[in-house]
Every structure is written in C-alpha cells, then in structure tokens.
C-alpha cells in the first residue's frame, strides 16, 4: 500500500510568486516495505515539501496523496485519523530544533510513544533503546536537548521518531552538519533497521557519495518537479546533472578526470572510493 502521490502540487499560501508552486503535478509511488529511496535536488527544488506530503504534516493544493489506503487532498476529512498516519510515516525534520521541545532527551523521545498511549514504563523503554541505537550514551538521558551540539540534537531528534516504530521512515538531511565517521555511522544505522525490519526509508540528501554507495533508488527533484526516479548509476550515466543542479560522485568525478588527462579507459562508475583504487589498480595504475 504505501504512498501513492497522484499529481501533486502545493502552492505556500505566502508563496512570493503567485505562479510558482513548491512542487508541481508530482507522481510517486512507494512502498511501505523494502524501499531505501534518496531524496535529492538542489536547494528549494522541493524536498522537505514533498517530504511534509508524506505524512499529512501539509496537504496538496492540487491532486491527491495516497497514505496507506487513505487519500489526503486539499481538505481536511474528519473521517481520517491524521494522528495515525503521523504514527505509521514517521518524520524526522530537517532542523532538530523543530522538533526538540520537552526539558530532557528521555522526556523528549518518550513523547512520540506517550502520545500514541504506550503506557509509561514501556514508552520509556523504547525510548532508552532508541537513544542507545542512534549512538547517544545513558549520560545523555536527563541533558537539556537545546544545550546539545547540532549533531547531538540530530540525533535526539531522530531517536524520537524511531521510539514510535513508524512502518515507513523519512529522514530530511539527517546527516547534514554531522562529521565523516558520524554521518557513516547514522547510514549503517538507516540501512541496518532497513535490512533487518525490511522498513521503507526514505533520505534527504545532498551527498551524491553516500547516494552512489548505499541506494538503490534515487529520485531527483529540480525545481519543484521530478526529474527522476531511478538507479544512481543510470542517473550519472545517462543524464546531464548540472542541468539539475547536482554534482556527480567523487569516484565519478576523479576517475574521468584520470581517463581525460592521462588518456585511460578506466571504468568511472565506481560506488567507493575502495573500488576506485582497484579500478586503478587493476588499470596497472597504482
Ligand atoms: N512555509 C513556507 N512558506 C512559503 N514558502 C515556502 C515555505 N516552505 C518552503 N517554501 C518555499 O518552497 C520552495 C521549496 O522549499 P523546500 O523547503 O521544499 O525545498 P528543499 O528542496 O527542501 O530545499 P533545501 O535543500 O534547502 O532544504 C522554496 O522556494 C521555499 O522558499
Ligand atoms: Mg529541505
């Protein structure tokens, strides 16, 4: 069942341009299990827009979305329990701070559960095993979450949205101001709930990188409309990027910069920076 966007569009009643829409007739469709889908394009295209869709957090001005079997469109339906539909697609915002709220991290993350009337002993307990999963240690259970660094924050804020067991997971740029290895840590976390529960998830980003190495599926939104929806490589193989405002791979971008100056035939379509060097190594190269 999933989610199903049938031509959707939304327009931001305070939208400057009366004639611009955030996104525009999008079509998508996704499943509710087995999907790990990125979600990239170039600043304001759309994304964290399309991502609200998702979960009703707004609705479409124009054309309908599908979420698990009830149809969202331009009005609200009293028949629809929106609450339960927060509970199933969990969102985890682009700033934490949207989402931070109560006095402590544990208070913070028991939120989600309490609010779906999980007793408190349990709500608890998911929310522990939920803070320890996103790599924060018990010390961080009784801090203050406005006095934590950005990354901290980020982190807090998804084990929020993991405390609530949502089927389908949407992530807007979760490791965006994250370091190297913290950001490597977050996407075998992402993956390793992905391939254990077979939960969709679905990520932001604008790191064609972790784009190239971990998904299967991409879709490309650019300008308000998608552009694509396909594998990574098919994308950086067939399509010009820079007419959407995106960047290619480091793998990609320094082995055709090899073949162009030192005149080799190197395969460039290389996920890692690992299977680069062999690609070199194996060109007799290194
Ligand atoms: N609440 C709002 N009111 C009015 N306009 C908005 C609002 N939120 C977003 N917009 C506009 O809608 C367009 C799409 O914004 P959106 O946040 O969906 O982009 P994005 O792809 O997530 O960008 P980024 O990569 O910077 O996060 C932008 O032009 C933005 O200025
Ligand atoms: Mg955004």
Redesign the pocket.
Known sequence: MGIRFNEVSHK?S??SNVNTS?IYQVSLAIDAKDEFIALV?H????????AKHMNALIFPTAGNVEIFGKTITKKRNKDIKYNEIRQKVGLVF?FPEYQLFEETVLKDVMFGPLNFHIDKKEAERLAIDAIKLVGLDESYLNRNPYNLSGGEKKRASIAGILAMDPEILVLD?PTSGLDPAGKRVLMELFLDIYKTTNKTIIIIT?DMDLVYEYFSRVVV?NE?KLVYDGTPEKLFKEHDLSKNHLDYPNTVKVLSHLNKTLNLNLNIYQKTAIDAIKEIEKAGKL
């Open positions: 931001y305070s939208f955030a394009g600043t304001g295209s759309g994304k964290t827009t399309l682009q740029e604008h939104m308000g």
